[in-house]
């Protein structure tokens, strides 16, 4: 043992073993899901039925957001210069800054402000959302997870909380934030509550610490970024100019699961 | 429309809906798993069944593999300079290339390689293997996702290889991997199995292109970066020299699903 | 010592010293230039006068191009998202693959394949070229360095090659690559050699590695990216869809040096 | 023109001309500096000739500081998986975080902290710096730039202050930072100015912006990275374990200008 000797808490390997936050790895290949155990290697647990429902609710609904976003840009043009898939992806990651999905760790900290609002001074949700609203706008800052330039009402979102209603989930995070989406609706000025915002809520009410976040947005991209690599380099021509907004949809029509 | 209009075949999104491959995404939330929807972008069509099975296997077998793998070296390193989330799991992923998770890509061409020689020659898959390992060995070329610096026997190739049997999933890249398994071990040399050559045969049986290969990989890996990089902003003194070998585990002990 | 102990060629560095390829650092600060340090770090010795002239050259010109090239897009749009600079220049590096500054390395590759039929066969230079050119064209492959999308004569060329000539610079890749021009020109389709292909010239007759060219691109094409990651945080809306064609210039209008 | 027109102002090419700021891009090859066309790419102007001294000084500093740094132990580690030039470089790159070179910044932000203390409290240089020194110590901050691992005294700020004194460069962030030594020195408690924070002072006094001041570290030790790079490429084993301290030297003795 050297004096630079550390240890990690994550995975334990020795030449018969692989264990995951204890638990041998082929124990939970072929009866876990995926997401069950993105959340034991990132929180340390194996979730709960409710937490696990949540969970790939969470990953699944931002798995992909067509061509408009800045990561998606991104990887296609880095693709289109002849780089590899990694690279490219790589790429796109480098583009979940404080204005491409840094809003679910920052409504979740403006949520943390109003919650204690309701705790300091006593005063209900729809009284701590309207004081905070009021409070940000009198220090030039806006709510994170607010407004969005295209969707008037996000369906992930309003999907989101119906999961919740019906595994009976709820929790201070989610409370507030419903308490600014009425607030401002109250206003007279309704900004549509996205789905970063509500996500932000979510995790936040699940316990996931404000660090770890923009990885549940992280690890729902990556797949659609994926795609959108292989999909450039099957059918587009090397360094094309790539139109931030004159593209269409040609794959398949909407269709429905039974 | 301008002359640089373009199609994607991924997602239709609109002001009031996210299509992902047709399918509405408020219909995926909450009744397909994570992996499921990941097949979904990245293939075009939900999974069936055993489909399904194996893809939330893969996901799940190469999450994390400890302090070793150089992605995950560096992803502490970074994490160590200050840097953020999404910059570090980003320099997790550009080391994976040829030498770490190009294996995958590396022993599904290789099994290519000698199902050409099954169909060629008409012979078997065991002469097949044999003549392939020679035909590498006079080129001096080694067979990928042969050998491990430290499993004798990968317990991830043997559970993936029975959860195929309990499903009974079967094909040409299987039976040829297996095929190079006994002849090496026929040769006096025997070469372990390793996750990734498993892999490989498993995805090409599943009808997943080479160029997307890389991308299971990268996909299954991102939650054990996460977790690193939080450990080591959460446990580590910045800018600390990161001993490749001298670390230990100090997490859960051994436990067990009931 | 370790078993692990390894030793580097390029820098040492005591508490009292700092030797960059055995010269202390603070003898080249004040009387050297940064590009014949760059020489010295990269190459292993200091260049001589006319290397020097030609380093400084060559990273010069291509110092920026303007916001046409992938990388200035990609920077600007990770840069957009809210990215600090060492990330934004990092995604803008990771463009410069095959299509994208790959011209340099690439081009060399084919000079020498011409030079090789020139020592092989005993022709000339003008013949290997047009010959090159035949077996090329049969094979279905570009010349890398031929041909530019906006330029019809690239100016860079031209004043890279008078610069020669000033010094009397020349070797059998510059030889080769106007051959492979002048043998263009007289087939009656005229390609322009643009400045990657003049560069994979002159880089290879400076002795320079083939796996070392793209990096004068890179350090060339590094302070471009930086102006311009600046310029987008200082002057741009974040998270802004940005044009790949539709983009002026409104700068300085046109001096000269005295 | 669309209504996503943008400008820039950094540079104008059309299909016969590059004008870099202006000026045409053929006139300053062979004229200028690398390291002048990088003050005018970046600052918007020529540099003047102590401008163009400190320049190459500053650029050539910090070229490469051998194997310890993170950035390398990364571009390392990162090549070791057989990933691309480019690919390693941007991965060094993305090191320099606040603890990796952001000392330069960090420690110009500290300087104008004291310069106002003179400005606004009437003190002198020197007691401003004692009363800052206090200040940061209560607030539990450190100020950037001051001490180093392992040079008691940096060489490199040694010398950069040497060419100041020689071509009489001076000024408040200068001065400021030379109090700070000094405060430090006559506490008892004397600290490294290391040449990060000599850097930030420097370049402060030469009226470059905060948000630019890291590009000059990255411009600077690109070329190093490179340099370790391709000799990792040549000279060691794919997927190495690399020592972070277990390292020597075995290059060129120390040899000096003449």
Known sequence: MTDMHWDNAITEVTPTKINIRGYPVQELMGRMTFAQVIWLVIMGDLPDENTSKLIETILIQTIDH????????????????GANLQTAVASGIMCMNRFHGGAIEGCFHALQDGIK?????????????????????????????????????????????????????????IRMVKALEKAFADSGKPLTLNINGATGAVLGDLGVPPNLMSGF?????????????????????PMRKIHPTDYGYDGEPERHLE
Do not use: W
Not at 66 to 81: F, H, M
């Open 66 to 81: 067509g061509p408009a976003p800045p990561s998606c840009q991104t990887v296609r043009c880095v693709t289109s210069t």
């Open 117 to 173: 609002l309701v705790r300091d001074e006593g005063i209900s949700f729809d009284d701590a959302a309207v004081k905070l609203i009021d409070i940000y706008r009198k220090e030039g800052k806006r709510i994170p997870g607010f407004g969005h330039q295209l969707h008037k009402i996000d369906p992930r979102t309003v999907r989101l909380f119906e999961i919740c209603g019906e595994i009976g989930f709820d929790g201070d995070n």
């Open 217 to 237: 947005f992280m690890m729902s991209r990556v797949p659609g970024l994926i795609a959108h690599s292989v999909e450039e380099m099957d059918r587009m021509r």
